[in-house]
């Protein structure tokens, strides 16, 4: 079965940057894409960015437009997400995740998740 390890989650300022990483394993020849997804606390988990295996397509949520990039490492079998001019808001627990939907931007839509990894803005 497949499976995701995420890292790269930390303490940071407002106006820093982080990359968080995620390690994929198992037999991917199903999968689709894969997406970051994020849970604020006492919050429903929200899609942020998402890229497509083999094009690398990628799409994103409004929030992180322009400030986060997604994006793979085929050889590694590694998923990346960039983020700069973090903001207090993207405080989050981030989480990567496999869909073989060609477009599900939802949570209900992806198959396989990794453990998470804490991502903490300062003001």
């Known amino acids: 079965q497949v499976q995701l390890v995420e890292s790269g989650g930390g303490l940071v300022q407002a106006g820093e940057s982080l990359r968080l990483s995620c390690a994929v394993s198992?037999?991917?020849?199903?999968?689709?894409?894969m997406g970051w997804f994020r849970q604020a606390p006492g919050k429903e988990r929200k899609f942020v960015a998402r890229?497509?295996?083999?094009?690398?397509?990628?799409n994103y949520a409004d929030s992180v437009k322009g400030r986060f990039t997604i994006s793979r490492d085929g050889a590694k079998n590694t998923v990346y997400l960039q983020m700069n001019r973090l903001k207090p808001e993207d405080t989050a627990i981030y989480y990567c995740?496999?869909?073989?939907?060609?477009?599900?931007?939802?949570?209900?839509?992806?198959?396989?998740w990794g453990q998470g990894t804490q991502v903490t803005v300062s003001s």
């Open positions: 890229i497509v295996r083999v094009s690398g397509s990628t």
């Open positions: 198992g037999p991917t020849f199903n999968t689709y894409a």
């Open positions: 995740a496999t869909t073989e939907s060609p477009w599900s931007t939802v949570e209900a839509g992806y198959n396989y």
